[in-house]
Each structure stands twice: as structure tokens, then as C-alpha cells.
């Protein structure tokens, strides 16, 4: 078992930035890939980023790219997500996951331990 944490969200201005970070414990944390997943209200869950168990690789939707930034520290047990330039079309309930197998990392629904989000809202 894993559980998360995510703290960060919060209230910005168009054009500013947020630093989300989530908080794993329970089994070794170096073993998992992990991912933050955004939903909107009455919009489908929607991949963000997601990095490999040694933080070697990272992934990113297309519209992320460019302004969003995954990063994963082990001896810490956490992920951040860094967000800058952030437009209102960014505002979303984050979440972040974690998964033990490799796969499709874009994909949601191969995750296996989710955290309860944090609130993003982007003001125009």
C-alpha cells in the first residue's frame, strides 16, 4: 500500500506559478513511477506528467509542455509538480498516483494508489 498527499494548490493569477508536491508513504517510494492526473468539474480525468521510478524519464501532455515540470526526490518521498504560465483552462482538482508496473503512462487508469487532490484554480 501507498498513500498521498498532495499539498499546493491554491488561488493564482493567469500567468503565475504553483509548485503542487505529494507526500508518499508506505512501501518503498523509489519503487513507483509517478503521475499527477487533473479533473475539471464534469470534464474526464486528464493525464498531466508523469516520471519513471528513477526519475530518469518524464512525460507530459501536450499542453503541459513547455510550462509544467515533474520531478520526484526518493530521499524525501515526494513528486512535485512545478507550474508556471498557468491559464485559466489550467483550473482542475490535481491528483497525483502512483503505479509499481510499467506501462502507459498516459493513461489513467493504469494507476494504482491515488491521493484525494488539491484544488488549482487559475483566475483570468
Known amino acids: 500500500q501507498v498513500q498521498l498527499v498532495e499539498s499546493g494548490g491554491g488561488l493564482v493569477q493567469a500567468g503565475g506559478s504553483l509548485r503542487l508536491a505529494c507526500a508518499a508513504s508506505g512501501r518503498t517510494f523509489s519503487s513507483y513511477a509517478m503521475g499527477w492526473v487533473r479533473q475539471a468539474p464534469g470534464k474526464e480525468r486528464e493525464f498531466v506528467a508523469a516520471?519513471?521510478?528513477?526519475?530518469?524519464?518524464?512525460y507530459y501532455a501536450d499542453s503541459m509542455k513547455g510550462r509544467f515540470t515533474i520531478s520526484k526526490d526518493n530521499a524525501k518521498n515526494t513528486v512535485y509538480l512545478q507550474m508556471n504560465s498557468l491559464k485559466p483552462e489550467d483550473t482542475a482538482d490535481y491528483h497525483c498516483?502512483?503505479?509499481?508496473?510499467?506501462?502507459?503512462?498516459?493513461?489513467?487508469?493504469?494507476?494504482?494508489?491515488w491521493g484525494q487532490g488539491t484544488q488549482v484554480t487559475v483566475s483570468s
Open positions: 516520471i519513471t521510478w528513477s526519475g530518469e524519464t518524464t
Open positions: 498516483a502512483a503505479r509499481y508496473s510499467p506501462g502507459n503512462y498516459d493513461n489513467p487508469r493504469e494507476y494504482e494508489y
